[in-house]
Structure formats: C-alpha cells, structure tokens
C-alpha cells in the first residue's frame, strides 16, 4: 500500500472533477494510469465518503454537483510531508520544513 502515491492519484482526479475534464470512464482510467474498474471503485468510495460526484452524459464527464472544499494535511513534527488544499495544486510535497519550503519555493 502506497498512501502517499493514492493521495496523489486522489489530487488528479480531483483537480480533473473539478475542471470537469475527466471524460468517460474509460478515458479518465488512462488519464490516472490505473483500470476502468479501479476508476469505478473510486468514484464510488468517494461518493461514500459524502463526495457530491455527479456525471454529466452530454459532456461525458464526472463533477461535482455541489461545492467541495478539500483540506489534507499530513506532518511529522513541525515537516509538512504533504498539504492539499480545495481545489488548488499540491502546496507541499515532502519539504523538510515550512521554511524551508517557502526559502527554495516562495509561497504557492
């Protein structure tokens, strides 16, 4: 089990949901380099979760039919090893610190 690689496969396809650029099932298994089945058994599991996930049959894409705000957060110590936030992009992704980020990086 690879939590990290699902938290950013989680990422992809949220910022894909949320463009409503998935494409059919199909396509978006391609898109996140995994099965169509596997595509199925996350839309479903996050539907479970309470994800507001609609599909749009005219576009041929998945959304979100309410709005969705996403916050994950994973630290050890003061190390922020991984940060999403609603919608935008991956702010922190094994940095050594805050700081330290913000010194190499600038904020995001």
Same mark, same amino acid.
């Given at each position: 089990?690879?939590? /990290?690689? #699902?938290?950013?496969?989680?990422?992809?396809? &949220? *910022?894909?949901?949320?463009?409503?650029?998935?494409? @059919? +099932?199909?396509?978006?298994?391609?898109?996140?380099?995994?099965?169509?089945?596997?595509?199925?058994?996350?839309?479903?599991? /996050?539907? #479970?979760?309470?994800?507001?996930?609609?599909? &749009? *049959?005219?576009?041929?894409?998945?959304?979100?039919? @309410? +709005?969705?705000?996403?916050?994950?957060?994973?630290?050890?110590?003061?190390?922020?090893?991984?940060?999403?936030?609603?919608?935008?992009?991956?702010?922190?992704?094994?940095?050594?610190? &805050?700081?330290?980020?913000?010194?190499?990086?600038?904020?995001?």
């Amino acid at each position: 089990m690879d939590i /990290l690689q #699902d938290l950013l496969v989680f990422e992809h396809l &949220d *910022q894909l949901i949320r463009s409503r650029s998935t494409g @059919r +099932p199909a396509v978006l298994a391609q898109r996140l380099k995994t099965s169509e089945r596997t595509v199925y058994r996350l839309i479903a599991c /996050l539907r #479970d979760y309470g994800f507001p996930i609609a599909y &749009d *049959q005219d576009r041929q894409t998945y959304f979100y039919d @309410r +709005p969705v705000r996403i916050h994950v957060e994973i630290r050890v110590g003061n190390d922020i090893l991984f940060r999403k936030n609603g919608g935008g992009k991956m702010m922190h992704f094994f940095s050594r610190t &805050d700081t330290e980020w913000r010194h190499r990086h600038g904020d995001l």
